[in-house]
T-cell receptor, first 114, second 112 residues
């Protein structure tokens, strides 16, 4: 059974903390994505990666960075968490040529920044 | 400006009826369009993909149409059941298949 896993289901952090969200996929997929989901705004793409050590900005990269040191792992980093980064964070992966393939999503991490 | 809209935030229908959800987009030219189902507190799950040269795609009780002239996709669930209650998201491929943009979703409630 193919799987995308995320390190935490729920996370509570304080303003200014550095936050790491981890995502691991076991399908040998080339592409990995980080989204955030907020009520009324849908899923918005933060960053994506199409290969190890490669990263591309999505629609809302400000305040975030990413790391992809291994093919199966894609990390999202909040350098200095702020309250407006309270959200549901979803990781996804696809094989090469993402557009023609389904995205496999993780269960999500609900992050609260106090 | 670019925009992707889904017909309504919430849709209530009676069990056994056909649910029709709409996805409209502006200033995109997707080669592929996808539909996902999302249950509360969980990640989206892929349902169907339709290509720009396909008018219609079916899978069991699901049917998707894709009209590139109208810039619209319709998603139908026939003989709907309470278990079909969920949020449904459309997603457009962009940037030559590199990534996706999602609509805001429609929350479907099928009433027994």
């Amino acid at each position: 059974d193919v799987k995308v896993t995320q390190s935490s289901r729920y996370l509570v952090k304080r303003t200014g903390e550095k936050v790491f969200l981890e995502c691991v996929q076991d399908m040998d997929h080339e592409n990995m994505f980080w989204y955030r989901q907020d009520p009324g705004l849908g899923l918005r793409l933060i960053y994506f990666s199409y290969d190890v050590k490669m990263k591309e900005k999505g629609d809302i990269p400000e305040g975030y960075s990413v790391s992809r040191e291994k093919k199966e792992r894609f990390s999202l980093i909040l350098e200095s968490a702020s309250t407006n980064q309270t959200s549901m964070y979803l990781c996804a992966s696809t094989p090469a040529l993402a557009g023609d393939n389904e995205q496999f999503f993780g269960p999500g991490t609900r992050l609260t920044v106090l | 400006s670019q925009k992707i809209e889904q017909n309504s935030e919430a849709l209530n229908i009676q069990e056994g009826k056909t649910a029709t959800l709409t996805c409209n987009y502006t200033n995109y030219s997707p080669a592929y369009l996808q539909w996902y189902r999302q249950d509360p507190g969980r990640g989206p799950v892929f349902l169907l993909l339709i290509r720009e040269n396909e008018k219609e795609k079916r899978k069991e009780r699901l049917k998707v149409t894709f009209d590139t002239t109208l810039k619209q996709s319709l998603f139908h669930i026939t003989a709907s059941q309470p278990a079909d209650s969920a949020t449904y998201l459309c997603a457009l491929e962009r940037n030559y298949g590199q990534n996706f943009v999602f609509g805001p979703g429609t929350r479907l409630s099928v009433l027994p």
